[in-house]
């Protein structure tokens, strides 16, 4: 891998491609600036942009970004873990309405293919980055880290270019995996979290309090096809049956998963926020959120459409399971 070269850049580049004098737009010592032969510096061997500068360091490491002339300040990254159907996509949407945050789809959801080629997607950083470093194929926690410090770091600049001041990451529960390297204690708490922790990088866990409620949304929509929409006429009724034992199974495997990762995120600069109150600007959800995030978040509004009609219009055999649609989870412990 070679470094930027003139009219590029000034810059002088230890063998890692590390910047060692001034940078790229003045990108501090420290920085990597991935580079392409074919492309120049900053592109993907695809041709795409990743445009960046980027410091390898904790959450105040300084940070320059954009074209040519323009600069940013970094801005700070929250990892937004939380199981399927909890409530991301809405709750993206109303910090994208305030403006408070960079705050992209799902990064590491492989079967989403429209978002493959999306200049966030981990899988698409990953196979530049790797091309550009094959050592790095090695799965090892130092390769690891080095991936994820430079990914997170181009999460962050792009955030930064679209002049925003946090970046949100959206990583489901069954997506954690991805960010780890060769070997995992599957019942201790995944190299993410580690990374987060090191890095002071703060959590932002939502939690859907009616675990039901999680697993009839997830059923319905693998019934119907439809995960989300903006368009009223791809919302309909398709009645469907619900076995009791199935979805016992479901709540149970749904709430020891929240349980662990209510655990795991502990040791982490963390905020728990509900589902039940995404639409309450008045709730302790998002009253504890504006001081986590550092923004009034004053506009609680969203455009996106609920996919899940009213329970008794889908599920036909409603009555026989309606006890268990109360089934909330316990109060998280102090």
Same mark, same amino acid.
């Given at each position: 891998?070679?470094?930027?070269?003139?009219?590029?850049s000034?810059?002088?580049?230890?063998?890692?491609?590390?910047?060692?004098?001034?940078?790229?737009?003045?990108?501090?010592?420290?920085?990597?600036?991935?580079?392409?032969?074919?492309?120049?510096?900053?592109?993907?061997?695809?041709? %795409? !942009?990743?445009?960046?500068?980027?410091?390898?360091? #904790?959450?105040?490491?300084?940070?320059?970004?954009?074209?040519?002339?323009s600069?940013?300040p970094?801005?700070?990254?929250?990892?937004?873990?939380?199981?399927?159907?909890?409530?991301?996509?809405?709750?993206?949407?109303?910090?994208?309405?305030?403006?408070?945050?960079?705050?992209?789809?799902?990064?590491?959801?492989?079967a989403?293919?429209?978002?493959?080629?999306?200049d966030?997607?981990?899988?698409?950083?990953?196979?530049? #980055?790797?091309?550009?470093?094959?050592?790095?194929?090695?799965?090892?926690?130092?390769?690891?880290?080095?991936?994820?410090?430079?990914?997170?770091?181009?999460? !962050?600049?792009?955030?930064?270019?679209?002049? #925003?001041?946090?970046?949100?990451?959206?990583?489901?529960?069954?997506?954690v995996?991805?960010?780890?390297?060769?070997?995992?204690?599957?019942?201790?708490?995944?190299?993410? /979290?580690?990374?987060?922790?090191?890095?002071?990088?703060?959590i932002?866990h939502l939690?859907? !309090?009616?675990?039901?409620?999680t697993?009839?949304?997830?059923l319905?929509?693998?019934?119907?096809?439809?995960?989300?929409?903006?368009?009223?006429?791809?919302?309909?009724?398709?009645?469907?049956?619900?076995?009791?034992?199935?979805?016992?199974?479901?709540?149970?495997r749904?709430? %020891?998963?929240?349980?662990?990762?209510?655990?795991?995120?502990?040791?982490?600069?963390?905020?728990?926020i509900?589902?039940?109150?995404?639409?309450?600007?008045l709730?302790?959800?998002?009253?504890?959120? %504006?001081g986590?995030?550092?923004?009034?978040?004053?506009?609680?509004?969203?455009?996106?459409?609920?996919?899940?009609?009213?329970?008794?219009?889908?599920?036909?055999?409603?009555?026989?399971?309606?006890?268990? /649609?109360e089934?909330?989870?316990?109060a998280?412990?102090s």
């Amino acid at each position: 891998m070679s470094g930027p070269i003139a009219p590029w850049s000034d810059a002088s580049f230890d063998g890692a491609n590390r910047c060692t004098g001034k940078g790229y737009h003045g990108a501090p010592p420290g920085a990597i600036w991935f580079t392409d032969v074919a492309n120049g510096p900053g592109m993907g061997g695809d041709g %795409r !942009r990743f445009g960046l500068a980027m410091t390898l360091q #904790r959450q105040d490491a300084q940070c320059d970004v954009g074209p040519a002339g323009s600069a940013h300040p970094p801005a700070r990254l929250f990892l937004l873990l939380a199981a399927e159907r909890s409530g991301t996509h809405l709750f993206r949407s109303i910090l994208t309405a305030n403006r408070a945050a960079f705050a992209p789809g799902e990064v590491a959801n492989a079967a989403a293919s429209g978002d493959a080629e999306s200049d966030t997607n981990f899988f698409a950083f990953c196979r530049e #980055r790797l091309l550009d470093e094959p050592r790095l194929f090695v799965p090892s926690q130092p390769h690891t880290r080095q991936l994820l410090d430079a990914y997170f770091g181009h999460f !962050r600049a792009r955030a930064a270019s679209l002049g #925003r001041s946090a970046a949100v990451c959206d990583i489901k529960y069954g997506h954690v995996i991805n960010f780890s390297g060769g070997w995992w204690d599957m019942i201790s708490a995944p190299y993410l /979290l580690e990374w987060a922790r090191q890095s002071d990088v703060g959590i932002i866990h939502l939690v859907r !309090r009616n675990v039901a409620q999680t697993c009839i949304s997830n059923l319905y929509a693998q019934h119907t096809g439809v995960w989300r929409t903006r368009n009223p006429t791809e919302l309909a009724v398709m009645p469907m049956q619900v076995a009791r034992r199935r979805l016992e199974a479901d709540i149970g495997r749904m709430t %020891r998963v929240i349980d662990l990762f209510r655990g795991w995120v502990k040791p982490c600069r963390h905020c728990e926020i509900h589902y039940e109150d995404l639409l309450d600007g008045l709730s302790p959800s998002w009253r504890a959120l %504006r001081g986590f995030l550092g923004h009034p978040l004053d506009r609680i509004a969203s455009d996106f459409l609920k996919t899940t009609p009213a329970y008794e219009e889908i599920i036909e055999n409603h009555g026989e399971i309606a006890d268990l /649609l109360e089934v909330e989870l316990p109060a998280q412990a102090s």
